[in-house]
């Protein structure tokens, strides 16, 4: 049996405490929906794939995870009523890797505000590699940090 989210917590708890698995085989089953949004909150994550039927055949197959086609070169990875993550399909050869090419996924920040966090971006060094733009759905933008990383900061409409 997979522990619910509260008897994940416990189970990794004990485990880095050293102790003994809890007993949580006796749990109520807890209904999962998708969080709210929380401004400049971890929202979302995109992977680069170099297949996109491959990957979502992978990803349907190992994890259960179903799609929202928007395109042959983009699939939203569906989590209750939104979405948790994406595909995006980049070419080239090797490994997958982030729009920075800095071999890391793409992970996505909310924003109840998107042009006060663009502006707090610049203000705070950040680089700005692809400004504003409309997605179905909101608008967002993608920046690097200092170190290179590479994220997108989002909204809805």
């Not at 749990?27 to 794939?49: F, G, N, R, T």
């Not at 086609?69 to 490994?95: F, K, N, S």
């Not at 590699?129 to 179905?136: A, G, T």
């Amino acid at each position: 049996m997979i522990p619910s989210p509260r008897g994940a917590a416990l189970l990794a708890t004990s485990l880095a405490a050293g102790c003994a698995s809890p007993d949580t085989s006796r749990e109520e089953p807890v209904a999962m929906s998708p969080p709210a949004h929380v401004h400049h909150d971890l929202d979302y994550l995109e992977l680069s794939v170099h297949d996109m039927e491959a990957a979502k055949a992978f990803y349907a197959a190992a994890f259960g995870w179903e799609f929202n086609d928007y395109g042959p070169t983009y699939q939203g990875v569906r989590r209750g009523d939104g979405e948790m993550a994406g595909l995006a399909l980049v070419d080239g050869a090797g490994p997958a890797s982030g729009r920075a090419g800095v071999g890391v996924p793409l992970f996505g920040i909310w924003s109840d505000d998107l042009d006060a966090t663009l502006a707090a971006v610049r203000a705070a060094g950040g680089t700005v590699v692809v400004e504003p733009f409309d997605f179905p759905g909101g608008r967002r933008f993608q920046a690097q940090d200092p170190s290179g990383n590479e994220f997108t900061v989002y909204t809805g409409t």
